[in-house]
């Protein structure tokens, strides 16, 4: 992952991970050229802004919805954001843009539609697209086109995320005849994923079985989909800071895939350029995961330019995507902000296409092979190599097949990154 620091203290949990891990190394990239949008900072290919905290005002927000660059943007805002007091300026400009409503936060939505105890006026145009239809207000369904895209794929990565805080406070009661209390349970899931991935876990624990568990996770995967397959900017709007966590995970795992197709893109056209070593069918070096199960499973050294790194596998065409969410508290007029911001290339479609019809794989060109640009992130040892190797599976929600390299991205916490220099 790569990225460009900003000023000011970071954010919550995900803004202080950053803050805390620092980055790997520094990485030179071209100076990115002029965004299209005046009021649009520019921003590297495939970088990122991370979360920082800062005061705003409810009529500073509608000037930047206003103020957003591409007329075709899209807005997914959450149930909390809706339901919580904020001035109707911010309101008037987010009807001037398009909004979309994913089905489980109108789920959620339901008794703020019967009984708004604020944002009256928004409310009544939420249900005038509900009951007939809005021009700007879009009630979002699951459709095919999202489902072929990797969406459950993505969906159940992360919702294994809180899964597991079910399956820990579930293993604690077989031990103890009991369930764990608030402190016993946090401290289970810290050791074992951290803070970020224990504050998901809880959640998961305390909603398990609920219609809206998975609100979460279908919003940010809906809305991150929606953008890299439409071509249009999305901007996440929300109160709940998980959001923004399942937001920054998700983008992590696309991104990681995407430098694994780029991968076996070069590999499958030229295998005798890398430099490759059998994976050991025995003690796999002596991984616990035992996340390779193929008779041909490579170790391969990355062919990447020294100075541009694995940028040397990008398309040379240039086509970015705005990414963002926007986690607010405070209101209605006085706000305080976090912004998680990613550029993504609109190229990822082609990975997404290979997610839907391969079932989860990274590429379709090296038959029941797949190829991660990453193999090892909880081995240091072999921190940088890459892998072409068959994937050892479990199967989650309805039998659905994920490797195990992908869980062990999801549940734990193993982002690093690159701090971008611009070049003149």
């Known amino acids: 992952m790569a990225h460009e620091w900003m000023p000011g203290p970071p954010g919550k949990y995900t803004g202080r991970y950053v803050a805390e891990q620092g980055p790997d190394r520094v990485q030179p990239v071209p100076t990115p050229p002029k965004p299209i949008g005046e009021y649009r900072d520019p921003a590297s290919r495939l970088g990122w802004r991370f979360p920082i905290k800062r005061s705003w005002t409810a009529e500073w927000l509608a000037k930047t919805i206003e ?184 983008l992590f795992l696309i991104e990681t895939h995407y430098k694994s197709m780029l991968s076996a893109d070069r590999y499958a056209s030229n295998p005798s350029a890398f430099l490759s070593m059998p994976i050991p069918n025995g003690d796999h070096f002596g991984d616990p995961f035992r996340r390779f199960v193929g008779g041909y499973d490579l170790l391969l050294e990355s062919d990447s330019d020294p100075v541009l790194g694995w940028r040397d596998l990008l398309p040379e065409e240039r086509r970015d995507v705005h990414l963002q969410c926007l986690w607010f508290s405070g209101g209605p007029s006085q706000l305080v902000f976090e912004s998680l911001e990613f550029n993504a290339d609109e190229d990822m479609r082609r990975l997404l296409e290979i997610k839907g019809r391969t079932g989860g794989m990274n590429t379709d060109m090296l038959d029941d092979r797949n190829c991660h640009a990453w193999a090892y992130p909880d081995n240091h040892n072999l921190g940088g190599l890459a892998a072409v190797a068959v994937d050892r599976k479990f199967k989650v929600h309805e039998g659905r097949e994920h490797s195990v390299l992908d869980m062990i991205f999801a549940l734990l916490c193993v982002e690093r990154f690159e701090l971008l220099e611009w070049r003149k």
């Open 67 to 250: 103020l957003c660059s591409s007329r075709h943007s899209l807005f997914f805002v959450d149930t909390c954001f809706f339901t919580k007091p904020l001035e109707d300026i911010v309101w008037e400009a987010l009807l001037e843009r398009d909004i979309v409503i994913t089905p489980l936060v109108l789920y959620e939505l339901q008794p703020w539609l019967d009984n708004p105890k604020c944002n009256k006026m928004m409310r009544d145009e939420v249900k005038r697209a509900v009951n007939h239809s809005h021009p700007r207000i879009h009630i979002n369904e699951l459709d095919e086109v999202i489902l072929r895209h990797g969406f459950s794929y993505y969906a159940d990565l992360l919702t294994l995320r809180k899964l597991h805080g079910f399956i820990i406070a579930n293993e604690f009661q077989k031990r103890n005849g009991r369930p764990p209390n608030k402190d016993e349970f946090n401290g289970l899931a810290f050791r074992a994923f951290g803070e970020r991935g224990a504050l998901i876990a809880r959640k998961g624990w305390d909603d398990f079985g609920k219609h809206n568990c998975c609100a979460d996770e279908e919003l940010a995967v809906t809305a991150a989909l929606s953008a890299l397959i439409s071509g249009n900017d999305v901007t996440i709007l929300t109160r709940d800071h998980d959001i923004l966590e399942q937001f920054y995970k998700l």
